[in-house]
């Protein structure tokens, strides 16, 4: 398959979904298909690690993790790196 066809029709579904819908069932669908959520994983992040239940997403401040410590930390996409 020509990998420059299949990338351009992901995006075209991506973008029909995105006008398609509402950003709360946009959300509501993100974390129905997410597989971290209620998981227990390792993040990256600024140079640290830290360990923790994943407890939710968030459009705006990212990955929502309970520590093993007990705190509720944000990890923004962009600068985290789930490692398990």
């Not at 020509?2 to 993100?30: C, G, K, P, Q, Y």
């Amino acid at each position: 398959a020509d990998r420059l066809l299949v990338v351009a029709e992901i995006v075209s579904h991506m973008e029909r979904a995105l006008n398609e819908s509402d950003a709360a069932t946009l959300l509501e669908r993100w974390r129905r298909r997410s597989t971290v959520i209620d998981r227990h994983v390792t993040i990256a992040h600024n140079g640290k690690t830290t360990r923790g239940q994943v407890i939710d997403l968030h459009p705006h401040e990212g990955l929502i993790v309970r520590t093993n410590e007990g705190q509720l930390v944000h990890f923004p996409a962009e600068t985290s790196t789930i490692m398990t």
